[in-house]
Structure formats: structure tokens, C-alpha cells
């Protein structure tokens, strides 16, 4: 079956450091991908998504990018703040849409 | 103009106790979910509706039932409540079809704590 594979935290950062969150999935078909973000005491919500091999999703200075050929989409930032702290999901959606697979969550503590 | 609403925001109970929880999205959603997030934040799927109609339920005990009077509300009954069932409870909606956006929508949370 599907599922998503993704780094455990917590993951703990200066300010203004380089941030790379690993994701790995398995799935039959060409699912869709997603980060969502958690800040404390939130719901989740979508931080970027990408539908099909190759296409690099993007936000709030965050990307990631779908690898088809290493089943990945691991999440970068190229310079933290200590507004970025939250629990990071990695996620993929089926063909359809009926069901989502989220990841055990990783959590990042940035430092002022 | 919140896209999805869960009331109550917390809830304490005693355990052997009946409650519930109230969602609702005003997105033209087709499909709505119930998550249950554990202390540890892993989010495990119990319930997904289209239409009104299930599609998944992920092994949840039958003291859980979910009920969808329309396509924009998807409530949470839990009867004899357990410690265990302490947790917090996200509902979320999203379109599906063959768009391949899917992305969920989540209400706030529900805290349920059962002494």
C-alpha cells in the first residue's frame, strides 16, 4: 500500500540556517505530494504541493521538488526564522483523492 | 467566513461518557475527513465521507460513529468514552475528482479529555 516515510525529529536550527526535511513515499501510480505545516495549537494547512514528476512546489520560501526516479520530496529552506517553528507533514493523495497518507510529522525548533 | 469549523474547541469528560463534535466547511467540498492526532502529533485517519456517503474507516472501535446530514457536515459521535481517547480531533474537507489538487482543508481541532 501507500505510504510516506519522513525524517524523525526534532530538528533544531539557528536562525537564517539552511533547512532540509526528508521525504520518501511508496505508492502505485502518480500520486500527488504535499507539505503541510502545523504552528501550535493550529490545524494543518497546505504549504506547497506538486502533481506530477518534476514539478517543484513553493511558498513562504520553501520548496521541494517530485523525484519520480528516488521516490522523494524532501522539503528545503534556504534561511530559517524562528516564525518557520511548527510540525512539518509530509503527504501524498491516491489518483482520486478519496484518501490522503500523511507522514509521522517532523518537528523544528528554530533559534533566535 | 471560516472554511471549516469544529465546535467545541475543548472538551473534558468523564470516562463512560457520550459526546460529540460539530463540523462544518463552507468550501463546496465532496469529501470530509476525521483525523485523530496523538501527543506525539501522528495523525491517523478514522473516517472519510463523499457525498454523504462513508468510503473509509480506518479499524476505529464502533463506539465511534460519524454522521454526514449533507455534504457540507460531518459529526462525531463517541459513545463510552475511554482514557484512551483522549487526543485531539481534526476535521478536514477537500474536492475530489481528477484535478489531482486534493489538498485537505483542517478545522482548528477538537481537544477531548477524558479523566
Known amino acids: 500500500g501507500n505510504s510516506v516515510t519522513q525524517m524523525e525529529g526534532p530538528v533544531t536550527l539557528s536562525e537564517e540556517a539552511f533547512l532540509t526535511i526528508n521525504c520518501t513515499y511508496t505508492?502505485?501510480?502518480?500520486?500527488?505530494l504535499f507539505w503541510y505545516v502545523q504552528y501550535p495549537g493550529e490545524g494543518l494547512q497546505l504549504l506547497l504541493k506538486a502533481t506530477k514528476a518534476d514539478d517543484k512546489g513553493s511558498n513562504k520560501g520553501f520548496e521541494a521538488t517530485y523525484r519520480k526516479e528516488t521516490t522523494s520530496f524532501h522539503l528545503e529552506k534556504g534561511s530559517v526564522q524562528v516564525s518557520d517553528s511548527a510540525v512539518y507533514f509530509c503527504a501524498l493523495s491516491d489518483t482520486g483523492g478519496f484518501k490522503t497518507i500523511f507522514g509521522a510529522g517532523t518537528r523544528l525548533f528554530v533559534k533566535a | 467566513d471560516t472554511a471549516v469549523s469544529q465546535t467545541p474547541k475543548y472538551l473534558v469528560t468523564q470516562m463512560g461518557n457520550d459526546k460529540s463534535i460539530k463540523c462544518e466547511q463552507n468550501l463546496g467540498h465532496d469529501t470530509m475527513y476525521w483525523y485523530k492526532q496523538d501527543s506525539k502529533k501522528f495523525l491517523k485517519i478514522m473516517f472519510s465521507?463523499?457525498?454523504?456517503?462513508?468510503?473509509i474507516n480506518e479499524t476505529v472501535p464502533n463506539r465511534f460513529s460519524p454522521k454526514s446530514p449533507d455534504k457540507a457536515h460531518l459529526n462525531l459521535h463517541i459513545n463510552s468514552l475511554e482514557l484512551g481517547d483522549s487526543a485531539v480531533y481534526f476535521c478536514?474537507?477537500?474536492?475530489?475528482?481528477?484535478?489531482?489538487?486534493?489538498?485537505?482543508?483542517f478545522g482548528p481541532g477538537t481537544r477531548l479529555t477524558v479523566l
Open positions: 505508492a502505485t501510480g502518480y500520486p500527488s
Open positions: 465521507y463523499n457525498n454523504k456517503e462513508l468510503i
Open positions: 478536514a474537507s477537500s474536492q475530489s475528482g481528477t484535478s489531482r489538487l486534493h489538498e485537505q482543508f
